[in-house]
Nanobody, 130 residues
Framework: QVQLVESGGGSVQAGGSLTLSCAAS????????VAWFRRAPGPGKEREGV??????????DYDGSVQARFTISQDNARNTVYLQMNSLIPEDTAMYYC?????????????????????WGQGTQVTVSS
């Protein structure tokens, strides 16, 4: 059973940092990719992929808009995936979600599209003010 719980969101000024946490069940953490997505406020906004990591951390992938600022990582002792977000800008304001994805060949993760992932958590809100 996929169980993912996000935490760590909050309000921060532009240029600041936040670290989000995604606590996973042991089975999910050991066998599936875990990804972060976000949905910006406003009508018609889709959930967009931010970053993903394979079990063991040997593969990561990022959306180009965050690659230089965000880092995805794992804590094996806590079955938790983190998203360290630095140099935040107002455009990073969104509800952030984590989800699981089946590894592809070569122990890689599926592309950061919503339909490639499942087991969505409830989300954690990040608000960046200018």
């Amino acid at each position: 059973q996929v169980q993912l719980v996000e935490s760590g969101g909050g309000s921060v000024q532009a240029g600041g940092s936040l670290t989000l946490s995604c606590a996973a069940s042991a089975y999910t953490y050991l066998t599936a990719c875990v990804a972060w997505f976000r949905r910006a406020p406003g009508p018609g906004k889709e959930r967009e992929g931010v970053a993903t990591i394979a079990p063991g951390g040997g593969y990561t992938d990022y959306d180009g808009s965050v690659q230089a600022r965000f880092t995805i990582s794992q804590d094996n002792a806590r079955n938790t995936v983190y998203l360290q977000m630095n140099s935040l800008i107002p455009e990073d304001t969104a509800m952030y979600y984590c989800a699981a994805g089946r590894m592809t060949s070569g122990r890689r993760c599926p592309a950061l599209y919503e339909w490639n992932y499942y087991g969505w958590g409830q989300g954690t809100q990040v608000t960046v003010s200018s």
